[in-house]
Structures are given as structure tokens and as C-alpha cells.
């Protein structure tokens, strides 16, 4: 089975500038999350799907970061403008089914984001 | 407030031995932990999940533990190899409705042979 798939792997823009990402999540899952994670820190959830509806976006900084998953499969998170504290890596992921015992999430390769 | 902490500084132990990594808990009462592994350039692997009413789980040469009263968890790899070398990261649920996911900061650990 294909895993998680995100593009692009790298991006580098100036400050300001804005940037999107996309995820592709693993066939048939219901459940996709954008993560950030900053260099020497574990992931931050910014964003949870429950297949094309919003289940938490708590800590999504709404004032410059946008996300949608239109039809309940693909996903693009937009930053708009970027900062320099937004260089990080940027993790997709899905899970299977959500509610209950939660399913283990499967990760993509991630965008590393460097905002100069 | 609400912490979750692993070692910060790098497991080095010898091939062979058994490698032991702490997460510990603090002001969360988690349904259930999982760990992950994490290799440089690579997103996440999930590797065992634990329930709260569950003492320990193995699979194959791992063995994780979790201890609600000391709000710890322990992550053993026995007969530990170089392959084994990356980062751990456990994590817990951080909200029973949504199944988010709270992650600690990660324990490297790496095997010498």
C-alpha cells in the first residue's frame, strides 16, 4: 500500500513570501492532521480532518495559516505571509478511523521549511 | 501547566544491551500512549500502542510499560542493534474527542557496536 505522499520536500522563501503544501493521505483513511515540528522538538498538531470537516484546529495560527482538504482526500496548508519562526518541518498525516481506541497515524516524509 | 519530557540528551549504549528511554507525564490523565520512531529526514514510524489499563505490551524486542500513579511510561528495546539508532518519541492523547495527539520532544538513542 502507498504511504503518505507530500510535496514538495524542500522550500525555501524569503520572509513574508507565502508557500502551500500538499498531502496525498493513504487510501481510504478518514483522518488526516498537519503537524509542525521545529528543529529538536517533537510534532505539533495545527490541524485534524475528519474527512473533509475541521475536528481541531486549536493551535493553527489563523491570522497566516490556512488549510482545506476538499473532498475529503488531498490536503494543502498555506502559509500567508510566512515568518522566520515558521522554519520547520511540516508532517502530514492519516489514520484509518477516528473515535474510540485512536488508530495509529501514519506519517509522510514531511516539507522542511526555511524562511530566510 | 502540562509537560511531557524525555530525555533530551542522546542514549549511547553498546550493541547487544538493553536500551531503556523515560517518558514521563505531567497534569494529563491519558486514555492511552503510543511511541514512535523517528529517523533524520523521515516522518514519524508508529511502533506500540498502551492503554491505561494495560501495565505492558511487547512486540517482537520491545517492550513498553506504563505506570498511570507514577505518570511514567518506559520503552525497552532488547538486544539493541546499530539499526535501532533514531529518535523515540512517545505521545499521548490530549483530548478524548478529538484523538489528538500530544508528542513529547524525543529521546535519540544510538547503538554502538
Known amino acids: 500500500e502507498a504511504g503518505v505522499a507530500q510535496s514538495p520536500r524542500y522550500k525555501i522563501i524569503e520572509k513574508r513570501q507565502s508557500v502551500a503544501f500538499w498531502c496525498n493521505p493513504i487510501?481510504?483513511?478518514?483522518?488526516l492532521y498537519w503537524y509542525q515540528q521545529i528543529l529538536g522538538q517533537g510534532p505539533k498538531l495545527l490541524i485534524q480532518?475528519?474527512?473533509?470537516?475541521?475536528?481541531?484546529d486549536s493551535q493553527l495560527p489563523k491570522d497566516r495559516f490556512s488549510a482545506e482538504r476538499l473532498k475529503g482526500v488531498d490536503s494543502t496548508l498555506k502559509i500567508q505571509p510566512a515568518k522566520l519562526e515558521d522554519s520547520a518541518v511540516y508532517l502530514c498525516a492519516s489514520s484509518l478511523v477516528f473515535g474510540g481506541d485512536q488508530d495509529e497515524q501514519y506519517f509522510g516524509p514531511g516539507t522542511r521549511l526555511t524562511v530566510t | 501547566s502540562q509537560k511531557i519530557e524525555q530525555n533530551s540528551e542522546a542514549l549511547n549504549i553498546q550493541e547487544g544491551k538493553t536500551a531503556t528511554l523515560t517518558c514521563n507525564y505531567t497534569?494529563?490523565?491519558?486514555?492511552?500512549l503510543q511511541w514512535y520512531r523517528q529517523d533524520p529526514g523521515r516522518g514519524p514510524v508508529f511502533l506500540l500502542l498502551?492503554?491505561?489499563?494495560?501495565k505492558e505490551k511487547r512486540k517482537e524486542r520491545l517492550k513498553v510499560t506504563f505506570d498511570t500513579t507514577l505518570k511514567q511510561s518506559l520503552f525497552h528495546i532488547t538486544a539493541s542493534q546499530p539499526a535501532d539508532s533514531a529518535t523515540y518519541l512517545c505521545a499521548l492523547d490530549g483530548n478524548y474527542n478529538t484523538d489528538k495527539l500530544i508528542f513529547g520532544t524525543g529521546t535519540r538513542l544510538q547503538v554502538f557496536p
Open positions: 480532518f475528519q474527512n473533509n470537516g475541521v475536528v481541531d
Open positions: 487510501s481510504g483513511h478518514a483522518t
Open positions: 498502551i492503554r491505561e489499563n494495560e
Open positions: 497534569n494529563y490523565s491519558p486514555a492511552y
